[in-house]
């Protein structure tokens, strides 16, 4: 990411990285959400921690769910953390715990997406 221009992502609006650690540190340390924002994305969500695929999945679901009914960024996250924490559990392990509560945001987090 540190070899892309400043400004060459300012076409894109969102991005997620359903990843692990993708954005550990927050917006103290040089993490992948903070490059890409830097890149020019308007708003960039990543993890803090270890993520489950499955977990983040259905957490990327619920997100985008939300996001349709017309939420915020941020009101999304916390939507989607209540779907999980309400509906998932890890088939292989049920006691897991959940994960994608860690979630950064770098950019315009109150925003709403919209068809323009």
Same mark, same amino acid.
Do not use: Q
């Given at each position: 990411?540190?070899?892309?221009?400043?400004g060459s992502?300012?076409?894109?609006?969102?991005? %997620? *990285?359903? @990843? &692990?650690?993708?954005?550990?540190?927050?917006?103290?340390?040089?993490?992948?959400?903070?490059?890409?924002? /830097?890149?020019?994305?308007?708003?960039?969500?990543?993890?803090?921690?270890?993520?489950?695929?499955?977990?983040?999945?259905?957490?990327?679901?619920?997100?985008?769910?939300?996001?349709?009914?017309?939420?915020? %960024? *941020?009101? @999304? &996250?916390?939507?989607?953390?209540?779907?999980?924490?309400?509906?998932?559990?890890?088939?292989?392990?049920? /006691?897991?715990?959940?994960?994608?509560?860690?979630?950064?945001?770098?950019?315009?987090?109150?925003?709403?997406l919209t068809?323009?």
């Amino acid at each position: 990411m540190e070899s892309l221009p400043s400004g060459s992502l300012s076409y894109s609006e969102l991005v %997620i *990285y359903g @990843a &692990c650690e993708t954005g550990k540190g927050r917006d103290v340390e040089e993490n992948l959400v903070n490059a890409t924002y /830097n890149a020019g994305v308007r708003t960039v969500i990543g993890f803090e921690k270890s993520v489950w695929n499955s977990e983040t999945n259905e957490w990327c679901a619920a997100f985008f769910h939300a996001i349709a009914e017309g939420e915020t %960024i *941020y009101s @999304a &996250c916390y939507e989607a953390d209540y779907y999980i924490a309400n509906n998932w559990y890890n088939p292989c392990n049920p /006691n897991v715990e959940i994960t994608t509560d860690s979630w950064y945001i770098a950019g315009e987090e109150y925003i709403t997406l919209t068809n323009e």
